[in-house]
């Protein structure tokens, strides 16, 4: 009899642990990393409000209360017009991204009760299914709390009170999104906050406590949690000064080899956001000394391919050669649609799109840095728009074609494809979230730790 219980237990061990690798959860951060190259951002949509207020004081502007549940659904299309859908991420999908970064505030007009910080259960369910698009699709998610109305971005130097607070919110937010999310594979990541405003190392000890909190309050929700791939934010997301101050003074983790760093490559400010000319320098219209126009004011000066190369392979010193991916969270340049002039050229300056988005993906995969292009949205001049979300076609072709051609070098396929035939009916399958199934419909599945099609 005691045999026979031993006999049992052992094989429900061995099912569990089969449970368990099916899921991925046992890959290193560094895997993980390697399997969402490039990723695309679902930028100003899940982060924005009704309203623009900030939450800091000045002399002349109180501090603006943010803990409201005046967003309501309406706020995913208030910056920018298209709701999201399957099949805007099936086209996201379609056009080689591998993962899909989710911009999300909470507790900016999302806050159902502010004296406990209960995030409304009706935005929670519209972001899960959004998440649950990409996961139907196969990509890596990365969800983060964003700006948020800058209750926290904003304050990271808080003491006394306001810090305890900050504290609470933080840890509170986090455990409540953990748990919702707790049975879902490696494809889904969670990201702790966005550019957190850090200008002197010592705000760096602050960052690196609420960092903490974010990690053990998703750690102590168990399940999926506990060895769930989560992302950390260097100081402002600067690149030199998370090199300079992160390196060493990363927070810690009961599981080792899950953490990601994260910082975001807006290089170089002429070139990607500058909208006129300014007295202590010009706008770059052109990138990359085979774009340059002969005459031209707006030639880069500095910025170019060596000091992009310079500042990845800081990172890749620093971090990823430590077993620290880092994630770029977001990248993109503004593209403009008006030049004209003597010795200007709109043709130089679509190549110079082009060649920025496929060298900054090349150069980031190639060091292990995952690159997540910003996209806005928005259509007609100056804008930073890869995809138009409502008609589901590529906007901007030198962005996407800088990106495509980037994968194409390194050999990173748009489409896995899967034969049908492989699937086998008889094998134990696993959905996307980890969770064993007994009739599998159509859709993505895995055995043996692997992703097949079920038709």
């Known amino acids: 009899m005691k045999m026979k219980r031993l006999l049992t237990t052992c094989m429900c061990l061995l099912l569990a642990w089969e449970a368990f690798a099916q899921t991925g959860l ?128 904003r304050n990271i130097n808080a003491t006394g009170s306001a810090k305890t607070k900050n504290e609470e919110v933080l840890r509170a937010i986090w455990t409540q999104i953990a748990n919702v999310f707790k049975d879902y594979d490696e494809h889904l990541i969670f990201a702790g906050l966005n550019e957190p405003n850090v200008e002197n190392q010592a705000t760096v000890t602050q960052l690196v406590s609420y960092e903490q909190i974010f990690i053990d309050a998703v750690r102590a929700t168990g399940g999926n949690n506990a060895k769930r791939l989560l992302v950390v934010q260097g100081p402002s997301t600067d690149i030199d000064k998370t090199c300079n101050w992160m390196t060493n003074k990363m927070p810690t983790d009961p599981i080792g080899n899950k953490l990601a760093i994260e910082i975001h490559f807006y290089y170089p400010w002429n070139f990607w956001g500058m909208e006129k000319d300014e007295s202590w320098g010009n706008m770059f219209y052109y990138w990359g000394s085979a774009n340059h126009v002969s005459g031209s004011k707006h030639n880069a000066t500095y910025g170019e391919e060596s000091d992009m190369i310079k500042l990845a392979d800081r990172l890749k010193t620093s971090f990823v050669d430590k077993g620290i991916p880092v994630i770029n969270g977001e990248y993109g340049v503004i593209w403009r649609t008006n030049i004209s002039g003597t010795n200007e050229s709109q043709e130089k300056h679509n190549a110079s799109i082009k060649y920025y988005y496929k060298t900054m993906n090349k150069i980031c995969m190639e060091r292990g840095i995952v690159p997540f292009a910003w996209d806005t949205n928005s259509t007609g001049n100056n804008q930073m728009t890869i995809i138009n979300r409502s008609t589901k076609t590529i906007y901007n072709s030198y962005m996407m074609e800088g990106i495509k051609e980037a994968m194409k070098e390194l050999g990173i396929t748009a489409i896995q494809k899967v034969k049908k035939e492989s699937y086998s009916y008889n094998r134990r399958t696993y959905n996307l979230r980890g969770q064993q199934v007994t009739n599998p419909r159509h859709g993505i599945y895995i055995q043996n730790g692997k992703k097949y099609i079920a038709k």
């Open 26 to 153: 046992d890959k290193t951060a560094t895997q993980i990393a390697s399997e969402m190259m490039p990723g695309w951002n679902l930028g100003n949509t899940m982060e924005a409000a009704r309203n623009y207020a900030i939450t800091w004081e000045t002399p002349n502007r109180p501090a603006v209360e943010v803990f409201t549940n005046d967003g309501g659904l309406e706020s995913e299309t208030m910056w920018q017009g298209t709701e999201t859908t399957q099949e805007v991420i099936d086209y996201v999908k379609s056009c080689g991204f591998k993962s899909v970064r989710i911009p999300c505030s909470w507790v900016w007009g999302h806050i159902s009760n502010a004296q406990d910080y209960t995030i409304d259960a009706t935005w929670m369910q519209r972001v899960r299914e959004i998440v649950d698009y990409c996961i139907k699709d196969g990509l890596y998610v990365i969800l983060n709390d964003h700006y948020d109305g800058g209750w926290l971005e």
